[in-house]
């Protein structure tokens, strides 16, 4: 997204910065998440270091205890233990990973779909609803995708806003202008409490 593009779609300079603002503040907020879980990945990854070399000199050692005729029972199981800690920690490591790029998918899915929501809140419902669903990720995209945003813009339609800039409407004030509107009813029942609250305030 440019400047340039945003001018063609007949943005308002002080408008167009403001959305270039937003996103760049978005685009700051996902790199530190990425640095967030690249770092967890990195630790992940040093202690699965730490367990194979922990492996592999209690390997050594049991060999060695063979040749000896040491305790076989007490080396049997720390080498259980070891195995046991080593599979967690690769279970974690792969989790860790699938989670990430399930991560990576789903913000390449909503920039490459130009997918654009109405409110925060609406866009981090989609994403919670992406995740829960696990779509299968293939070559780094998400199977189904289209299928899904198009099942979620049935369910909540308002959820979504327009790609296209939102028209401009000019009314005449003054003398020869439209009727004042008539107000909702929301703004008659907050009239009427701060009247009961604070008595009527005369307009000048």
């Known amino acids: 997204m440019t400047r340039e593009f945003l001018k063609n779609l007949g943005v308002g300079d002080a408008a167009i910065d403001q959305i270039l603002d937003e996103n760049m503040s978005d685009i700051g907020k996902e790199k530190r998440k990425t640095d967030a879980a690249e770092t967890k990945l990195a630790a992940a990854k040093t202690d699965l270091e730490t367990a194979n070399g922990n492996l592999a000199a209690a390997q050594g050692e049991l060999e060695t205890l063979k040749k000896a005729g040491g305790d076989m029972a007490a080396v049997q199981k ?7 800690k080593y599979d967690t920690d690769t279970q974690t490591l792969q989790a860790q990973l699938a989670d990430r790029d399930y991560a990576d998918a789903i913000s390449r899915a909503i920039s490459g779909k130009a997918l654009k929501f109405t409110s925060k809140s609406a866009e981090r419902a989609f994403t919670a609803a992406l995740r829960e669903k696990k779509l299968a990720v293939k070559d780094g995209e998400l ?4 299928d899904f945003i198009k099942a979620q813009r049935e369910a909540d339609p308002d959820a ?21 509107q008539p107000k909702s009813r929301a703004a008659q029942i907050a009239e009427q409490m701060n009247q009961s609250l604070y008595g009527t305030i005369k307009k000048e």
């Open 78 to 84: 720390q080498l259980t233990d070891l195995q046991a």
């Open 143 to 146: 199977e189904g995708l289209d």
């Open 160 to 180: 979504f806003a327009s790609n296209k800039p939102t028209p401009r409407i000019v009314t005449r004030t003054g003398p020869g202008g439209p009727p004042p």
